[in-house]
Each structure stands twice: as C-alpha cells, then as structure tokens.
C-alpha cells in the first residue's frame, strides 16, 4: 500500500527493539521491545503500550550495554522471547508498525519469529527514516536525532532503550505525518 494511504489510518503501532548487536546472523538477539499503540482519530493518544525486557539467552556485549544500558544482569531473569512471542503478536495484531530504520528491527523480529517457528511479520510498515526523506528534501542525515532536531523534538528520554526512542519516533511520525498530509492536500 501506498505512504499517502496507509497514513490515512488512524492506529499505529510505533516500536523499537534493543539488541545484543548489529545481526541476527551472527547470533545477536533482542534484549528489549517497546510499542507504543497510538490512536490518532481524535488527536494523538496513546491508547495502549507493550515494553518487556527480554532473555536474549547469549550474553551481551559490554560495548553493546555501554550503549543501551541494558547489561546481562537485568535480562536473566527476563521471559525468553518465545514466552513472550503470542502476546507480543496479539499486541501489534494487524496494526500498521511505524519503525526508524525498519530493516533493522525487522531482521531482528523475523529472525525472533523464524526462531520460534512463527511466520514473518506481514503487517505494512512505515519507516520514519523514509517520512523524512520525503519531508526533508535536501537533508542528508535522516536519523532519529537529526529528525528531531529538525522537528524540534525534546529528546530528553532514556536515549538507545527501547521505549525512550518509541516516544521520541511517535512524535516525530505524528509531526511528519501531518506535514505529509498537508502536502498531499495541497497539491491536490
């Protein structure tokens, strides 16, 4: 489906994964999923959210842990991800997933499912790094920091966990989307 369409929804569902590392191939796997279900039929509300550390069953990288925080201590007691698997599912049901960078996390989620014997997701997806690219002609930096920067987003929440960065990508796809449907309109 085409961006116009799909933004012309009302329910998203914004998430972000923390890994042990940059590829399920080589092994590495999620340590944190954050969702956050936003309602925008009526303003922007947040109707419902989904955040679980999860048992990567490897340990994590000390220069990975540096970064999100997140070190094996506070996993180990965490569900694995196939105990969390179908509620997670159940949660993001057929929603549309807004995603920064969606390749990543997708690789990681895919891989997550494959793992416990579950099917791809086929849910459509918006990258907000794509949103930007669209509204930010001209830019080249298109990441999360530099989308907010640009939209004046106050990024004072727990940077690189999973959650921290769902409120900060929920905002600025709120605030992209807009502009999107403004220029659609426009040009109309």
């Not at 796997?29 to 969702?35: D, F, K, L, P, S």
């Not at 891989?111 to 509204?135: A, G, P």
């Not at 930010?136 to 959650?163: K, M, P, Y």
């Not at 960065?165 to 999107?180: G, N, P, Q």
Request: net charge negative; proline share 3%; hydrophobic share 40%.
């Amino acid at each position: 489906m085409e961006l116009s369409n799909l933004l012309e929804k009302q329910v998203f569902c914004v998430l972000d994964t923390e890994t042990t590392g940059l590829s399920p191939r080589s092994g590495d796997r999620i340590v944190e999923i954050a969702v956050y279900k936003i309602d925008l039929s009526n303003g922007y509300r947040l109707s419902d959210k989904y955040v679980k550390l999860i048992n990567p069953e490897r340990y994590i990288p000390l220069s990975v842990s540096k970064i999100h925080g997140i070190y094996d201590y506070h996993v180990e007691k965490a569900p694995k991800f196939f105990e969390i698997c179908e509620s997670f599912l159940e949660f993001i049901g057929n929603n549309i997933l807004v995603i920064q960078n969606a390749p990543f996390d997708l690789s990681f989620l895919n891989n997550e499912l494959r793992l416990c014997s579950h099917l791809s997701l086929d849910n459509e997806i918006i990258d907000t790094i794509s949103m930007s690219w669209k509204v930010f002609r001209g830019h080249t930096r298109h990441n999360l920091d530099s989308i907010c920067q640009r939209l004046n987003i106050n990024t004072a929440v727990q940077r690189h966990r999973a959650e921290g960065d769902v409120i900060i990508t929920a905002e600025a796809f709120v605030k992209m989307r807009e502009m999107l449907i403004k220029k659609t309109e426009h040009s109309d």
